[in-house]
């Protein structure tokens, strides 16, 4: 076996594929990224449904590696829409000159180890294949859309919409009869914009969800100025809370102070922008039943003063789980859309959708008539992107087999038995404000690969022991988070997808610099987790 064509191979042109790449050149090495859309940006490319955007503040969302890139862009909005997010996103590309390595329209079907050659052989869904030394995954964490499982989805004759999957051209809701499927954070943003226009507006949810108040606005010339002034602390700030957002939790717990003093502090944070209501209320209410309980009430409260027919209102307030306890999704006027005569909400937990009809769809109850049916349905979360590729390593073990019962990793960046692979926000990584955890990972690949490259190194595994210590330590961080106790994409249940009904734990419930001290000692150490040769 001969040399691979390539140093390394990465899956994927977001945020983490385009920063790997730039790194990966640094160290001289030749790479390729392959990427299935004919765009950069990832999320940011797929995802253009109506009412799209951040709901991180734009500025703490960027990339903070480069100087050139904070001094010369501003952002529009504090909460900026996917259409310049992927203006961004290509501005990056441009700038740093990555087309020239990235491979556009190209899937991945396979990839398979091969240790007599010690390379990664890949194959695209159109039979052309690949090899290199190093395999890096950035494929995402929300990046394998659902198709729901209702009968009849291919008999419905007129427009269908997936959210994960809009299209590029303009689509018109003026006068139609609209239905949306799905009432997660993709689904209210949808749902929000969609009923500014639409002829009649029919909402079929199964699980309500808490939503909170985005409160965006745009970003003067002059406050952009001082954000930027300002990002040297802001990014600071962003490695040392808890998530990398600018928000952080109250050290004060629920209880500790009046209830006239906890319905202030909630008012407040009710009524201040982005997700200082989730993660940056008291420090533990997302832990204690009876704080969350309290909490929930409060935002129930507000549900019930903003949505006018008080049996719809109930409709929408979740009544299994607490606030927080999954994705929150924030929103703008979402609870007022169902004060407007032109929109219907069903809850189809009482009259489930029996499947899709030619004009529509029917539920055990009533049969529907649409001009446009849209699956806000959305992903199989962490794992399922890794699911839609046979990966396969020493011995010809498929990581999907390995993964059964659920996910094993080191740091959530390597797996025993497949060499030469490094995962960028694979599962155990820490989540929250995605880029800031994007920039960590990428970084730590990058110092990992240097390491191999000047010790002569051709081949880096995780051992066994230190992928059942990690995995282990990730399980022992999650106990006691109600979240962990709910069925979620956070804890990969997803009841459109077949075997994803058990709970498992998909992410570091740990603190973002808890997980990068970690982290960090594994590189201090020289690597010994690791098998080296």
Not at 15 to 35: A, C, F, N, P
Not at 40 to 52: H, I, S
Not at 362 to 380: K, W
Request: proline share 5%.
């Amino acid at each position: 076996m001969g040399q691979p064509d390539h140093d390394a191979i990465v899956i994927g042109a977001g945020m983490s594929g385009l920063y790997q790449l730039h790194r990966l050149r640094e160290l001289g090495m030749k790479v390729l990224v392959l990427e299935a859309g004919s765009g950069v940006g990832g999320t940011w490319y797929w995802n253009r449904y109506p009412g799209a955007r951040f709901d991180s503040e734009s500025y703490s969302y960027g990339y903070s590696w480069s100087q050139e890139l904070l001094a010369e862009w501003d952002w529009s909005e504090h909460f900026a829409p996917q259409p310049e997010t992927e203006r961004y996103l290509n501005h990056v590309a441009d700038t740093f000159d990555l087309r020239r390595d990235i491979r556009f329209a190209s899937r991945v079907a396979r990839a398979h180890w091969d240790e007599a050659g010690r390379q990664w052989s890949l194959a695209l869904t159109d039979g052309t294949t690949f090899t290199a030394r190093f395999l890096v995954t950035a494929i995402g964490p929300l990046s394998a859309p659902v198709v729901p499982r209702i009968a009849g989805l291919d008999d419905f004759k007129g427009e269908a919409y997936y959210t994960a999957t809009w299209p590029k051209h303009a689509v018109s809701f003026v006068g139609k009869r609209v239905a949306v499927i799905g009432t997660g954070a993709t689904g209210v943003q949808t749902i929000q914009e969609v009923a500014k226009t639409a002829g009649s507006l029919t909402v079929f949810q199964r699980t309500p969800n808490w939503c909170a108040p985005l409160l965006n606005r745009p970003i003067p010339k002059a406050e952009m100025a001082a954000i930027r002034a300002g990002y040297p602390a802001l990014f600071e700030r962003c490695q040392q809370t808890f998530g990398g957002f600018i928000h952080t939790a109250d050290p004060r717990a629920t209880f500790e102070v009046s209830r006239e003093e906890r319905e202030a502090f909630w008012e407040k944070l009710y009524n201040e922008p982005g997700f200082g209501i989730w993660v940056g209320n008291f420090s533990d209410v997302l832990v204690d039943r009876a704080a969350n309980a309290e909490l929930s009430e409060f935002v129930a409260r507000k549900i019930r003063g903003r949505v006018r027919d008080q049996a719809v209102a109930e409709k929408l307030i979740p009544k299994n789980h607490g606030f927080g306890t999954r994705r929150v999704p924030l929103e703008t006027r979402y609870y007022e859309v169902y004060n407007q005569p032109n929109v219907r909400l069903v809850d189809i937990t009482e009259t489930p959708i029996e499947r899709i009809t030619a004009c529509g769809l029917r539920t055990s109850a009533e049969a529907f008539a649409f001009d446009v049916i849209i699956y806000a349905t959305g992903f199989d979360a962490v794992t399922g992107s890794f699911d839609r590729i046979d990966i396969r390593g020493t011995g010809g073990r498929r990581l999907c087999d390995k993964w059964a019962g659920g996910p094993q990793t080191f740091l959530g960046v390597q797996v025993d038995g497949f060499p030469n692979m490094m995962m960028l926000m694979g599962p155990h990584t820490a989540l929250g404000n995605l880029p800031r955890s994007i920039e960590y990972n990428v970084e730590w690949v990058t110092r990992l690969l240097a390491f191999l490259r000047s010790r002569g190194h051709t081949r880096a595994e995780a051992t066994a022991t230190a992928v059942q210590a990690w995995t282990e330590h990730v399980k022992a961080m999650g106990q006691g988070l109600l979240s962990n106790e709910v069925d979620s994409w956070m804890t990969g249940v997803n009841r459109n997808v077949a075997g994803k009904d058990v709970r498992i734990i998909a992410r570091y419930s740990g603190t973002a610099p808890e997980y990068r001290r970690h982290c960090d000692a594994v590189a201090a150490g020289g690597y010994r987790e690791l098998a080296l040769g």
